[in-house]
């Protein structure tokens, strides 16, 4: 079976900025992870979700999360004042949530099944898991902020198959 390898190092002269951070995002496309929507409720009562795969467990006591968002992204100012925002663990069958999440300029939540959560945060319908949580600290690593939540509440849905992003694409299950 053929390979392909190839070197990244931040401290090497010869690459440039681009080709160190293409090389570095390539790199992090061979760790497969499950797919998030998280969503959250602005001051004026809109509703803003992002699609992520930046997320993971912190803690078990007290019960807390962390996910990332870039600094430059629109939805930053409602994140980071926000309360309470909802981290939405994708099924299977949602890629189509997931790319329409993705999508910028449109109405995400329209024709979008949802409830509202702890602090006014949507929850989407079917999901496989949903973590509610407090907006308990942030901090500004790198081009992005890392967002701890303490989890309030969190459900999941017996038996569901999760969505997984691998090297740039959606997986229903991984490749073998």
């Known amino acids: 079976m053929p390979t392909s390898t190839s070197s990244f190092s931040p401290e090497s002269p010869a690459a440039t900025p681009a080709l160190q951070a293409l090389g570095f995002r390539s790199a992090l496309g061979m760790f497969a992870t499950g797919v998030t929507i998280v969503t959250a409720r602005a001051p004026d009562g809109s509703l803003v979700g992002l699609t992520a795969n930046s997320f993971n467990s912190v803690s078990l006591s007290p019960p807390l999360v962390l996910w990332s968002l870039g600094q430059k992204a629109g939805s930053m100012p409602v994140f980071s004042r926000g309360s309470h925002y909802a981290i939405n663990i994708l099924a299977a069958d949602q890629k189509d949530l997931a790319q329409r999440f993705a999508t910028r300029d449109i109405d995400r939540f329209a024709g979008v099944a949802w409830r509202e959560g702890a602090g006014g945060a949507p929850v989407l319908d079917g999901v496989a898991a949903v973590f509610e949580c407090a907006n308990r600290s942030q901090y500004e690593e790198g081009d992005h902020v890392i967002f ?29």
């Open 148 to 176: 701890v939540g303490e989890v309030e509440s969190c459900s999941w849905r017996e038996g569901a198959q999760p969505l997984i992003f691998h090297g740039g694409r959606y997986y229903t299950e991984l490749p073998i």
